[in-house]
């Protein structure tokens, strides 16, 4: 579970990341700001015992790629 935990908050921060250097670049907040929005609920939800505990659910785990995946996509896509 923790490593999970982990990889989530990672996926996160990379998030934060893109969401922001695309904001930068496109200087769009509609583009940019999806992305690290989604990026900073992630890692507050990993530190909330109730968050959490539905993230590492199977369920949680494959929403919250599939979430990340489109995002990434968007970033790169857009």
């Known amino acids: 579970m923790e490593t999970i935990i982990m990889n989530m908050r990672w996926a996160g921060y990379l998030l934060i990341a893109i969401g922001l250097i695309n904001w930068r670049y496109q200087n769009s907040f509609e583009k940019g700001a ?43 896509a857009a």
Request: aromatic letters at 12%; charged letters at 5%.
């Open 34 to 76: 999806p992305i690290w929005i989604f990026g900073l609920l992630l890692i507050a939800g990993t530190f909330v015992p109730a968050v959490a505990k539905r993230l590492t659910s199977k369920f949680g785990i494959a929403v919250v790629a599939l979430a990340v995946a489109a995002l990434l996509v968007v970033a790169f």
